[in-house]
């Protein structure tokens, strides 16, 4: 009787560990972090699918110095018809918030906090690299991708966009305010100026510490 028992609790003991693997998987498939990763792959896939390489270049994890300290950029696509300064986050939920607001609102489950407001950090990033450009204010175009469940609660600049939208954004700038040799100046500026990878990592943990992150913006008060 005993030995059938242990007999029975080692069959299940290693079906347990064949089917630890599947859940891991399992689990990491269900992580915000594998979800963020997979669709800020897909940003990259919809630059690629959408717009003309002949005519749009993207330059991905830019790191450049600035008068705040190193500044990161998922993407600057530069064109004829303007620099984009593209920031990407995964942030689930409802948000809700103006342009000239203090503070955004997110709602997940029930849950209310407050976070920083995205167009005023997306401004400043885009603002800062005019400077390091030597470019006007206006000929570089901030673009903030807001990934994943994603839902706006209230209206956005056309800027804040969801999921694919942005290349509608981007294709929807017609005027010409660069020229072919402007585009040039700017991608060697963009090149001399990129600090090497172990920048990048230390730019990476300043921003996970909160130093101006848009995936750092959550606050901490919240409510039910």
Same mark, same amino acid.
């Given at each position: =009787?005993?030995? #059938?028992?242990?007999?029975?609790? =080692?069959?299940?003991?290693? #079906?347990?560990?064949?089917?630890l693997p599947l859940l891991l998987l399992a689990l990491l498939v269900q992580s915000s972090w594998y979800k963020?990763?997979?669709?800020?792959?897909?940003?990259?896939?919809?630059?690629?699918?959408?717009?003309?390489?002949?005519? @749009?270049?993207?330059?991905?994890?830019?790191?450049?110095?600035?008068? @705040?300290?190193?500044l990161v950029f998922d993407y600057i696509i530069v064109s004829v018809y303007g620099v984009f300064v593209i920031?990407?986050?995964?942030?689930?939920?409802?948000?809700?918030?103006?342009?000239? #607001?203090?503070?955004?609102?997110?709602?997940?489950?029930?849950?209310?906090?407050?976070?920083?407001?995205?167009?005023?950090?997306?401004?400043?990033?885009?603002?800062?690299?005019?400077?390091?450009?030597?470019?006007?204010?206006?000929? +570089?175009?901030?673009?903030?991708?807001?990934?994943?469940?994603?839902?706006?609660?209230?209206? =956005?600049? $056309?800027?804040?966009?969801? #999921? $694919?939208?942005? +290349?509608? @954004?981007?294709?929807?700038?017609?005027?010409?305010?660069?020229?072919?040799?402007?585009?040039?100046?700017?991608?060697?500026?963009?090149?001399?100026?990129?600090?090497?990878?172990?920048?990048?990592?230390?730019?990476?943990?300043?921003?996970?510490?909160?130093?101006?992150?848009?995936?750092?913006?959550?606050?901490?008060?919240?409510?039910?």
């Amino acid at each position: =009787m005993f030995h #059938d028992i242990s007999y029975l609790l =080692m069959g299940v003991l290693n #079906d347990s560990w064949r089917l630890l693997p599947l859940l891991l998987l399992a689990l990491l498939v269900q992580s915000s972090w594998y979800k963020k990763i997979l669709w800020k792959q897909k940003v990259s896939y919809w630059i690629k699918k959408y717009l003309d390489p002949n005519t @749009y270049y993207p330059v991905r994890n830019v790191v450049l110095p600035t008068e @705040y300290g190193n500044l990161v950029f998922d993407y600057i696509i530069v064109s004829v018809y303007g620099v984009f300064v593209i920031e990407t986050i995964y942030l689930p939920g409802m948000i809700s918030g103006g342009e000239n #607001d203090s503070a955004w609102k997110r709602r997940v489950n029930g849950k209310e906090t407050e976070l920083k407001n995205l167009s005023k950090v997306i401004g400043k990033h885009a603002r800062l690299l005019a400077k390091l450009l030597r470019l006007p204010k206006d000929k +570089v175009n901030p673009i903030l991708i807001c990934l994943g469940e994603c839902e706006f609660g209230s209206q =956005m600049s $056309d800027y804040i966009v969801q #999921d $694919d939208h942005f +290349v509608r @954004y981007i294709l929807s700038c017609e005027k010409l305010p660069l020229t072919v040799n402007d585009v040039q100046n700017i991608l060697g500026i963009i090149n001399s100026n990129q600090l090497p990878v172990l920048f990048k990592k230390l730019s990476s943990k300043k921003r996970k510490a909160g130093n101006g992150d848009p995936e750092n913006i959550q606050r901490t008060s919240e409510h039910t």
